[in-house]
């Protein structure tokens, strides 16, 4: 049975500062350029089959650089609209809110170009992905199935293909530039990696990037991963 392989972008301004970033397409900075470059051995020994991604120029440059092909973007791959809270940071949003957690409260509305979404929209979203590739990860001689994408998103995917609710996804830290594995056991999903960094060629890492392309906390303490590649990420 395929696998499916998670790749979230690498570095931004933004993931750098903590700052939400949902729909506004930046650009990889120059570290997060080298991290997409650095994610090719770990990608090249795989079959694939298909590749998607984020319409969001960061996933698709993070795709290309990681030397994917035939990529193809796909709408519902885009990040969680943080509506009104997009470009702030949680320290920001927590001076009038200090109980905020995005994955209980969710985001306030914002203008017309990103009026918010709820979390069940997000995990809406993330089933339409799962369901579109489901033939190819049920195919007994086919290749991984890749998807390029942001940081929460992929968080609520992974809960979602678990048989897990949209909130699950709190559970499951991603750090830029790292590639994850779902395959199964027994016929089920379930985790083979998770949070996989790249050698990056300039010496830093995924894991001293801000995690989740808009983090909950700059200072929240490290987590422990499962996994090939798994170790210790250090708090921001």
Do not use: C
């Not at 801000?210 to 996994?227: H, L, N």
């Amino acid at each position: 049975m395929s696998e499916l392989l998670l790749v979230r972008h690498g570095e931004t301004e933004w993931s750098r500062s903590g700052r939400h970033t949902g729909l506004t397409d930046l650009p990889l900075t120059e570290v997060g350029e080298g991290q997409a470059t650095a994610l090719r051995p770990l990608l090249a020994e795989r079959t694939v089959s298909l590749v998607l991604a984020s319409p969001l120029g960061r996933a698709v440059r993070t795709a290309e650089l990681a030397g994917l092909t035939d990529v193809r973007t796909d709408p519902d791959l885009r990040e969680w609209d943080y509506g009104g809270y997009e470009g702030v940071t949680t320290a920001e949003i927590q001076r009038t809110r200090p109980d905020w957690y995005l994955w209980d409260d969710g985001v306030v509305p914002g203008p017309a170009e990103h009026p918010g979404e709820t979390l069940d929209e997000v995990g809406a979203r993330a089933d339409r992905v799962l369901a579109r590739i489901a033939p190819r990860l049920r195919s007994a001689d086919g290749g991984d199935v890749v998807l390029v994408a942001h940081g929460h998103f992929l968080r609520v995917l992974t809960a979602r293909r678990l048989g897990l609710p949209p909130a699950a996804g709190a559970l499951f830290r991603l750090d830029t530039a790292t590639v994850s594995r779902i395959g199964t056991e027994h016929g089920r999903p379930a985790l083979v990696a998770w949070n996989t960094p790249s050698a990056e060629p300039s010496g830093r890492g995924a894991s001293d990037a801000i995690p989740d392309g808009a983090p909950e906390s700059a200072s929240e303490g490290s987590s422990g991963r499962v996994g090939t590649g798994a170790r210790a990420a250090s708090a921001r």
